[in-house]
């Protein structure tokens, strides 16, 4: 549902059939539906509601994903009416970074993340089981709130909100830990490199390409939630680091700000942002800019950026002129074809900090 233009409408139908598709779905079809605001009850309107349903059963689908949040009751309507499961982009988004936690410190902040999206929800039921009481007994509003249904929902977010302190005491805790690590990296001086970038730009396919890992290559928006460091070599021999982030996302659902930072941070302790950018996407440069906001959250303002506009092999030749036209100095490569790979290692070999002749930390 949306109320803007078709275009804009299409892009964010398209990437979150990309998360759909990370989340390990495949996707079957697509329904665009114009509407100033989306209908409270069925969130597409009744009558889309029951062209999907039929587009449902053609196709043999077993869930549908909205692409903007429902109300608890519009998924419960939505899903009376097209018989399948229904979800949306934060839950989506949610289950993607659950399969994808592996520290300590990313787990615990995706399970925080996903009793904050858990909490209205109990409430809104709540809510709906109020107002059902309300309109049994006449006048009386306010009745329903105090019954059975509502202590169960107290007890369950009460339970809630002890686990969600617990998670941010343990994630406090954890910080400096992390702290540690950084200074270690910092007094060892191994320059290091953040790769970061969009949605499926191709960045762990260009890290593959760039340091030979042979890691594995998934198609997967958040193949790293918490942030992998590989090592690798200059060509006259300096070692330095790789430090894969997690994706950036449209629209991402405040309550995983916080998830997405702790990756951050990692990329504002590094010598050099490797900033990959898919130029086969529709809008390059807008992909760039929410980057960029995001970067300047956390403070990598000081640390020289390289913009690498990937999958050359099929961008459009217009749009690769118009965004080199911005961004002259960026390098354009393939992660396929290889093409421009050994550029963007010449480049990278240039920006990555030399060490001084006059080193003296060996003394101790
Ligand atoms: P990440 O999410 O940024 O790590 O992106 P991936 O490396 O997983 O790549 C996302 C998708 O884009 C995968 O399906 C890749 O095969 C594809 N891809 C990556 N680089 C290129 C490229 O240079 N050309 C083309 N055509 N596809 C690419």
Do not use: C
């Not at 989306?38 to 009558?47: E, F, H, M, Q, V």
């Not at 858990?118 to 329903?144: E, K, T, Y």
């Not at 202590?151 to 998670?167: C, F, G, H, Q, Y």
């Not at 790769?195 to 890290?207: D, E, H, M, P």
């Amino acid at each position: 549902v949306y109320s803007g233009s078709t275009e804009e409408a299409e892009t964010s139908l398209r990437e979150l059939a990309a998360l759909a598709e990370t989340a390990g779905s495949r996707v079957l079809d697509g329904v665009l539906q114009r509407r100033d605001t989306p209908d409270p009850s069925t969130y597409l309107g009744r009558g889309k509601a029951q062209e999907l349903a039929q587009i449902v059963a053609n196709v043999g689908a077993d869930t549908v994903i909205t692409d903007t949040e429902l109300a608890p009751s519009q998924r419960r309507a939505l899903e009376d009416v097209v018989k399948v499961k229904v979800i949306d982009r934060v839950a989506l988004i949610l289950d993607i970074f659950a399969q994808h936690a592996k520290s300590r410190e990313g787990k615990a902040q995706v399970e925080l993340a996903q009793l904050e999206y858990l909490l209205p929800r109990l409430r809104g039921w709540g809510d709906s089981m109020s107002r059902q009481a309300g309109g049994r007994v006449a006048g009386g509003a306010g009745i329903g709130s105090r019954g059975p249904g509502e202590t169960k929902i107290e007890l369950d977010r009460r339970r809630i909100r002890t686990r969600m302190a617990k998670l941010r005491r343990e994630i406090k805790a954890m910080a400096p830990a992390r702290e540690t690590k950084r200074s270690n990296r910092t007094r060892n001086k191994v320059p290091s490199v953040a790769i970061v970038g969009y949605t499926n730009a191709g960045k762990s396919s260009l890290l593959n390409r760039l340091t030979d890992a042979g890691v594995m290559v998934k198609n997967e928006l958040f193949a790293t939630l918490d942030p992998t460091v590989r090592q690798a070599h200059t060509a006259d021999g300096r070692v330095f680091t790789y430090t894969d982030t997690v994706g950036f996302v449209r629209n991402l659902p405040h309550q995983l700000v916080e998830a997405f930072r702790s990756t951050l941070e990692e990329a504002s302790d590094a010598d050099l942002l490797l900033h990959i950018v898919d130029a086969s996407h529709a809008d390059p440069l807008a992909q760039i800019r929410a980057v960029h906001e995001v970067l300047n959250e956390a403070e990598t303002g000081d640390i020289p950026e390289l913009i690498v506009f990937n999958k050359a092999d099929i961008a459009n030749p217009d749009t690769l002129a118009r965004v080199l036209n911005t961004y002259p100095n960026a390098v354009v490569v393939s992660a396929h074809s290889g093409q421009g790979v050994e550029e963007l290692r010449d480049r990278i070999d240039d920006l990555l900090p030399r060490p001084s002749h006059h080193i003296t930390a060996l003394i101790p």
